[in-house]
């Protein structure tokens, strides 16, 4: 950095404007004044002064990574806690909803919701691969398996 005062008067001059556009996209009040501080911080290391742009970027890009990191936290929380759920239940309650979510796959309409959800979760292949196969688009075959996994909500609510 030029100098300690270059660095204050970007601080005194653009960290109200950092701070709301943290606050806007983290809403939390802790988290939004670290990230503004992260990027001062940063700022000084690399020992270069740098105009508003380059701030309010460097915030939002931050903001993003801290969300993005948060998303895959709650992800592998929610797997943590199914895999615990699954868990608790007894081999003769799992055979019972494999064989309810088998019974229901079987019935789905129309029989190419079935080949969609069973080329999806059986075989792992992707949507794109999937429409490749069926030679349609892959919004066609998210939409038959959104409608199939619609029934087989239906078709488990009913039976359980």
Avoid: W
């Avoid at 592998?76 to 309810?100: F, G, H, M, P, T």
């Avoid at 079935?114 to 080329?119: S, T």
């Avoid at 992707?126 to 998210?142: D, M, N, P, Q």
């Amino acid at each position: 950095m030029k100098d300690k005062e270059t660095l204050e008067a970007l601080f005194r001059t653009h960290y109200r404007e950092m701070h709301r556009l943290a606050m806007t996209l983290l809403h939390d009040e802790a988290e939004s004044k670290d990230v503004v501080a992260d990027v001062f911080a940063r700022m000084a290391e690399a020992d270069r002064a740098e105009g508003r742009g380059y701030l309010l970027a460097a915030v939002r890009n931050r903001c993003l990574n801290l969300l993005r990191n948060r998303s895959i936290q709650q992800r592998i929380q929610r797997l943590y806690l199914l895999e615990q759920e699954v868990e608790a239940k007894s081999a003769e309650q799992l055979c019972e909803e494999s064989r309810l979510m088998e019974q229901g796959i079987g019935k789905l309409e129309p029989p190419v919701c079935r080949q969609v959800v069973r080329l999806h979760f059986e075989q792992g292949m992707t949507f794109r691969e999937i429409a490749r196969e069926l030679c349609t688009s892959e919004t066609t075959v998210y939409k038959y398996l959104r409608r199939a996994m619609k029934q087989l909500r239906q078709h488990l609510n009913n039976e359980l």
